[in-house]
């Protein structure tokens, strides 16, 4: 075969594979889909166009598909409500794209999430007026482009951890979110780590894992 | 001669030539501070030695040397007291002798300035409570290094003009204040402009510009 | 709602919020102008693609679209025309799209602009034949893409604030801009800032504020 | 005063603040120490000569210098030892300066910490060897210079996070860091986020905040 | 004519000339397929899109596309069967298209291959279980893209020659396959050489060059 | 022997060899000066410290150091005054030692140079006064940091052609010369070609060949 | 109008304003190119699309395209042949492109060119069979892709100036002809200067100029 | 201890571990090259200076410190002469340095090299007086500093393969190596792949793998 499924992850790594959409074929995703749910209790497709999403779903007709975030995602069960939760933070309304990747992501790995959007640097007050919400996450993924200054506020005023992910949203000297993973990089605020540019699965797998150790005293 | 001196530089441009120390000897430098000293007010030499310095002031023992800033400054006249002024704000305290330079700049050349210092977004109270002293500017210069987050914080505050200076203050991925750079060229905050890595002179003498212009209706 | 209108945003700034066009759904567009004209004297949509502009149009007849700027703009009333102005000027014919989102925003802000184009430096006379009028203006934006040499030697020739607007014209070793953008952060001659590459907004909203302290006192 | 120290950040942050060693004189850290250990129950610097840390020797000698690391590190009392700990690990003997860093800051934090040193993966049966005490970690940071591999070797190891800190060791297209920095940012294993090129300290600041996270169930 | 064909090459390098189809019309293609076919034992194109493909086929029906190595051959005679091999190591899915480019050159040179697909590092077993085949090889083509860390792993396991080929797969701060380069490029394995990104053809080349150097002797 | 000296060039170039200083023994060029005096007309050695040119002057007493332009130096005879000439022209005084380097080169191949320092573009009435003696130049060598506009200006105002060496006189967003290098690369004036960063030498080398074309009809 | 015609421009830089075509409609390029035709005696419109080229043929029906350099040309008489040419030298078919642009550049300027194409430093033999051919020109247009060498190796061979053009042709490493103007800029052969990537409109033009100086003894 | 020195390395991988010597201090180097030279047959430490070289001589008077090459090595026993050999070709005397840290790692390993210097592309007849030499060498390894156009001439003359080695000598637009290496990755010729700038150690290592393959029928 053209793939070797890896169903021994999820014993290994406390979560079970996650598809990688881009560059695969409708057909090909489909049969690692239908394998994967058979042995698991979620299945998660990222970076997958509408049109591949439609033939998965013509088999797989529980299969939700999220447009914004360009996710393919099904869970066994849905989640019980519980108190703690992880925040989302995004700036701009330009990255909701990658800050839905990571919302629908910690979502299909059975951990609550809370959206806290638009509330970049630049109009303070948005940011203040939700900062408790975001102290009372177990751990925080902020989403920022263009100069990607977020996470610096957003570390000086939270104590718990923050995954950020830089977008590549913006132009000129941005170039394709440089100016954000760098700011991110050079973060003088403490508690702050970094994935890769549009990485909003990234974060939200970081966050997750972080979770199940807090929530479940170590044990993933 | 090695060098043609500009004397007609402040009837043109509303202000004296200034001297950058960098690659001059001292004995050039106090030639050229000696002619400027006769048909102006005041002189400045930035990117000076304090071993240079001290060889110019055996000539001109009424020139003042600031260490941190790395300014040798002489003004025939203090200016007298105004209640308006510039605003020098800086992120930490390694940005200090970026935001003298700038600050020497602005006095030299007449206007009244008043420093904001130590005030990243990394502890944002530090900001917020000076924040009222910044909003009476009649612009601000803004200077950070690593992430140099703070003009796109500042911009989102106030309504009047700040010059944002990167500084090259930082390590690893700071890549000698590119990061910071790209900041302040990516702020989603209206209002700011920019002008090199580690250019205190430019960004005061920018404000000079517009502090005249303002308090003297239009005319330099 | 995908996003919080900020109508503070001209008591805050002094300017009402500018909708940035690219990304947003023509759908999107209507809704936030609509809400915005009910408040303001003036609305601006940049970065907007004529088919959507159009879409718009068809509930905001009174909305003039700008093919060049690519901008959607409309103002309650036109500015009384005045002696004072900002000058927009720029090097080539084809830096004319951000010339003109510079001065689009400019006329929409209530600023009487001057149009200086095609006066790039290699051919120097164009510039000096003009020179009179680029002096006269109380700040000036100063478009170039290519080597970006223009404000550079405009710097040299008036005495008021230049903000600088380097753009993406260009091919090889122009890299997207950063040629022009470098060329213009180590200017040479003072009273020059910059904004982002292909910025023509940010460096008219810049100009603004300046024009708006120097012609009323300080108050905006 | 030429800084303002911080003290609530104890109380904001969980932890108390960290001096940065490097642009400060030996005087000036000397007045911060002294300050801070008043009131905190341990004081670190980073980044510090032997020369300096002997000067604030002198007045605080039973502040501990590690010549590696350069720390100058003081806790009032050991933590006692428990079961869960921080593993530190390391590609090259070349990292030693950077993972000890990490080490000293977790230490000073009052975290255990374990280090895995040298178990770079051009001779992979050595990080295989060490695997069972990294998997027994709360969480890990990595280390690694040059190609900055073993982040992603291990990620696929251990289901923990895993804080990755490229370092700058290498030569020719190594750039500084900015090989092994991509390529952690890259990483095609889950559970890796990143800090800035030779932040040994960063990374320990994270996995501390996580370590107590998870051992006070949430409560920092 | 528009191009010199180097029919002396053979001779010169031991190998035939192998077109490069990008840029190159189907008519001139074909002109130059049909002048190599007849004196040589194989005819490669490489880089050749489907549609010219097809043209090509018309008139030369026992050329064979692969779709996925976007090559189009053609060999005399097949290789006998022998013991020894090229092993074509692959990271990913995702690499498959620069991994089958190497597959098809290197064969149509007239050496057999193995392929040892998707053992990527974040899945060390999946290497591991592959590794002896992998040691039989004389020498060893690795093809990975987004972190490139599979030459380093594997050059620490064999000890014969790898030819390391850096993809373009990934995204953000993989820069179109420079974080995979400079990993290679930096790979504190020895044995471990380097070509360009997503130059499959050019590594099989040399793996092919020394592949016959080893089982004739030196003699090519 | 260490180097082979290529005593056939001045046949073949039209002028000989002249001696790379930089990462050579003192011993090492006293032995290729001595070689290269007995067989040709001049002798230029660049890039040497004043220490290995004192050096070499023991034995070549009749060698001159210039200290800005870091040669050392030697014709047979002065060449006869003549009316056609190559212009030196450079932006500031920092770019001195650039433009002798330059301007000593060509003296030693014997052509007359004429040097017009301290013109850049910033006091756009120091070029144009000296425009006339410029337009009267065979051909231009235009040295400039920062920048780099000058060749751009200049390229507009001159018939001849104009051969440009960016410096790396500059700092922070300079890049160590990146800027006036990617400036004179995409000059908009026609007629400017150019050579790497401070290459001084490179710039008055192709002026020579085109003086030595035009002066003598195209015969070197 | 939307463009100052620089009819002045044949007597002040001694040839007629070329055309850029890039970023121009149809009938923008026709408007002026009707113009110029009136006042001189050839046009030339470089980086023209066959489309935009045949709307101008309607009115212009003696204007020539050339499919391959993209240049619409129109000359008012054929020069007459004469013993001097500039040579057009290029390494392999990819880059005939930028050379036929420098080749219809020249003759339309009323220079004598011989095109030596496919000549790469690959398959020496090709070059050394043609190097009095090149050796014969009055100055040669060095054309190369990919790692650019040729320029170096044909400074070595040939006395007369060399203009040297990267191309952007290659890929990966290439980084869009960056690796070819890197090579050019620091070759080792003296005699070459380099022009913009894909420039060949640039380098013929300088060329031109050397030419008309040559042989019209430094009369323009 | 400081290190886990890898004993087996040998058997694993066919050749004993070499030190690198950088940012190793003598006394770590003493105790490594002693424990070495007991279990190995040669020992070799790369990168280290005469002062920490002379020190350990003191204790193994038998090594011999290479002053260019900046190695110190040992072997128990010199190779007996035989006919086949690697070739260590280098481009111009500046590149020394990497050439015999490439010959001396060669040589140190049991293989005989031929030394080929000084016969960079520049001065082509230098490298035809002696490609049959080149020619008649199993492998290559191929330094060249500034323009790195070496290895893509010498690929077209020889039929056998090269290891390229980039060198950081040159300056300006040589940015430390950037351009020799983007040069040889970017190489037209087949045959060639290429290892970190400077890594004389790396190319021969590849060499020697090669070597012995060849000349032991597939046996290392
Ligand atoms: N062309 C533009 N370039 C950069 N910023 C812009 C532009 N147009 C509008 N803006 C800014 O974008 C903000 C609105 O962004 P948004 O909320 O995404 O519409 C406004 O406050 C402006 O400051
Ligand atoms: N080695 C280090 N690298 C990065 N940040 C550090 C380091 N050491 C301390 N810090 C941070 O620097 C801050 C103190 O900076 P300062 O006020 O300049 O001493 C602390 O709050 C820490 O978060
Ligand atoms: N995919 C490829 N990547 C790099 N070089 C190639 C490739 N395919 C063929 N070549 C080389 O390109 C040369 C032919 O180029 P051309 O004359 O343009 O067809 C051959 O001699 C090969 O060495
Ligand atoms: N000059 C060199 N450049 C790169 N790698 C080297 C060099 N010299 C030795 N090495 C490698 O470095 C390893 C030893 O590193 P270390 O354990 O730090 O001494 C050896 O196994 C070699 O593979
Ligand atoms: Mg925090
Ligand atoms: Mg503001
Ligand atoms: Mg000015
Ligand atoms: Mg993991
Ligand atoms: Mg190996
Ligand atoms: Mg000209
Ligand atoms: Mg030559
Ligand atoms: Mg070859």
Known sequence: GFVKIDHHRKRRQGFP???FGEGKTAEQILTIVQSLRTRNDSVLVTRISRDKAVFVQKEC???EYNEIARTLAWVREKPK????YIAIVCAGTSDLSVAEEAAVTAETLGIPVRRIYDVGVAG???LLDNIDEIRGATVSVCVAGMEGALPSVLGGL????????PTSIGYGANFNGL???????????????VVNIDNGFGAAYNAAIIYKLVHKGGQL
């Open 61 to 63: 007709s529980d299969f």
């Open 124 to 126: 303070l007050h948005r």
């Open 81 to 84: 409500s519980v108190d703690s």
């Open 179 to 193: 100016s954000a993973l760098l700011s991110m990089l050079n973060s003088c605020a403490s508690g702050v780590s």
């Open 158 to 165: 939270v104590t718990n951890p923050i995954i950020a992910v």
């Open 17 to 19: 594979e996650i598809v």
